[in-house]
């Protein structure tokens, strides 16, 4: 009885350790893009009133109305089959607030694709891995990002916030 007692525990065991491998197998999704990819030519992206990032090739297109984050998401999804902006360097960072200052000199804040919402680790809305971050100061709590205009740091802002925004393609 014993020797069956401990056969059938073996046996759990590696049934057990079978299984638990294939749930790790199975929950393993197709890797995140490690940079954007651009898929407009500079003349092309400039025809959109937008801004081709040198170092990813993303184009940038500030958007001149207010929306919350999940309306910023779906206007540059419908409008221009691309995301809210994904950030991957300090130079495109500042690129697109100084591109945004000229633009649109009286706005505060505007919208990136750097959320929360669905994890508690921040995420890209494009996928993109997290490379690059330059948040003014820490707050708790399912946030969005918005860039402040004037430092170009930044801010953990409720997603309900109406704002400007930037989408990228």
């Avoid at 197998?25 to 990032?53: E, M, N, R, W, Y």
């Avoid at 969005?144 to 997603?159: G, R, S």
């Amino acid at each position: 009885m014993t020797n069956f007692l401990l056969a059938l525990v073996f046996t759990v065991g590696i049934v057990a350790s079978t299984n638990a491998v294939a749930i790790r197998f199975d929950d393993v999704s197709t890797p995140a893009p490690t940079t954007p990819k651009p898929t407009l030519s500079t003349a092309a992206c400039a025809d959109l009133g937008g801004i081709k990032s040198h170092s990813t090739g993303q184009c940038f297109i500030h958007v001149n109305e207010t929306k919350t984050f999940i309306q910023a998401e779906l206007h540059c999804e419908s409008a221009f089959k691309g995301y809210l902006a994904s950030v991957h360097s300090a130079f495109d960072n500042l690129y697109i607030a100084d591109f945004a200052r000229e633009l649109f000199p009286t706005i505060d804040q505007y919208y990136i694709g750097l959320t929360n919402l669905e994890s508690t680790s921040y995420a890209w809305q494009d996928g993109t891995p997290v490379d690059y971050s330059d948040f003014q100061y820490n707050n708790y709590g399912p946030q969005c990002t918005t860039v402040d205009m004037k430092t170009a740091n930044w801010v953990k802002t409720d997603c309900f916030t109406p704002a400007y925004f930037v989408c990228t393609v």
